[in-house]
C-alpha cells in the first residue's frame, strides 16, 4: 500500500490538485482520497483506478517476479 499511497501523492502534487479536487471530480468524500495517500487502510482497486480518472492518469498494476527466491 506504501507505493500505492506515494503514487497518488506524486501525481496529485504534479497536477497541484488537493484531496478536496479529487475528491470533488470523483463525486465522492474527501476521505476516500485521504485514505489511500495515509497506506494505513486496503484501497481498493476502484478507488485507485476513479481517483487516476479525475487526475487524468493511468493506472498499472504490474506483478514481478521478486529477486533473491
Do not use: H, W
Not at 497518488?8 to 470533488?24: F, M
Not at 489511500?36 to 476513479?50: I, K
Request: with cysteine; proline share 3%; hydrophobic share 40%.
Amino acid at each position: 500500500m506504501r507505493i500505492a499511497a506515494e503514487a497518488v501523492q506524486q501525481v496529485r502534487a504534479s497536477k497541484k490538485l488537493s484531496q478536496s479536487d479529487i475528491a470533488a471530480t470523483m463525486g465522492k468524500p474527501q476521505s476516500l482520497v485521504a485514505c489511500p495517500e495515509s497506506a494505513r487502510a486496503n484501497t481498493t482497486v476502484e478507488t485507485l483506478y476513479e481517483i487516476a480518472e479525475a487526475t487524468g492518469t493511468e493506472i498499472i498494476i504490474k506483478f514481478a517476479r521478486e529477486t533473491g527466491r
